[in-house]
């Protein structure tokens, strides 16, 4: 069920938004150029490997996040309308609408034994955590959401989910953590927690 109900309303979505995302996009091209889309390998359900897609929000080249990240890009995080292109991700099987958020895969090797349940399930372009905190909070308290989700997950969860992901993306809440661009690097289990 879920999956059909992922297939639906990505598509809904897809057809409803295709003409302000092509605007989007144009809007994107001026902004900061080529490539319109930023890639990135990530860690799926059962740890599988898939490249996810969202909207370039930093200038090319070398430097910091800080330094990269433009204020076309932060318009486009705070609004959330980077993730769009995951509704690709959707369709092709590789995310859910709801699930624990995908992470490089680079914390593969960090996370203890409980951490790694994350994966038991599709990643979402929103879950728990987000509707919690979002980058506001601590990596062990995100995963400490995650796992919950996981244990607990429903459809009507996933509305619920759905419905105060709408309320956390109009309000713009905790975009970035405290003090940086995004959000600081997981360490693993025995890292600093992040600043709040």
Not at 34 to 49: D, H, I, S, T, W
């Amino acid at each position: 069920m879920k999956r059909i109900f992922d297939i639906l309303i990505s598509i809904a979505l897809i057809c409803l938004l295709l003409v302000p995302f092509l605007l989007l996009c144009l809007l994107q091209f001026i902004a900061l150029g080529r490539p319109l889309f930023f890639r990135q390998q990530r860690a799926g359900q059962n740890e599988k490997v898939f490249s996810i897609l969202k909207l370039r929000t930093m200038r090319n080249g070398a430097g910091t996040d800080a330094e990269r990240l433009t204020s076309w890009g932060q318009f486009l995080r705070s609004t959330s309308l980077d993730e769009l292109p995951e509704l690709w991700n959707v369709l092709r099987g590789e995310m859910s609408l709801v699930g624990p958020r995908p992470l490089p895969t680079i914390y593969l090797q960090r996370y203890s034994p409980q951490q790694a349940r994350r994966h038991e399930t599709r990643p979402g372009i929103t879950g728990w955590a987000q509707v919690n905190g979002r980058n506001g909070l601590t990596w062990e308290r995100q995963f400490e959401l995650d796992l919950w989700y996981v244990q607990h997950r429903s459809c009507l969860l996933d509305l619920k989910i759905l419905a105060l992901t709408i309320r956390t993306v109009l309000r713009r809440e905790n975009i970035a953590e405290d003090g940086q661009a995004t959000r600081s690097e997981f360490l693993g289990p025995d890292s600093p927690p992040a600043k709040l």
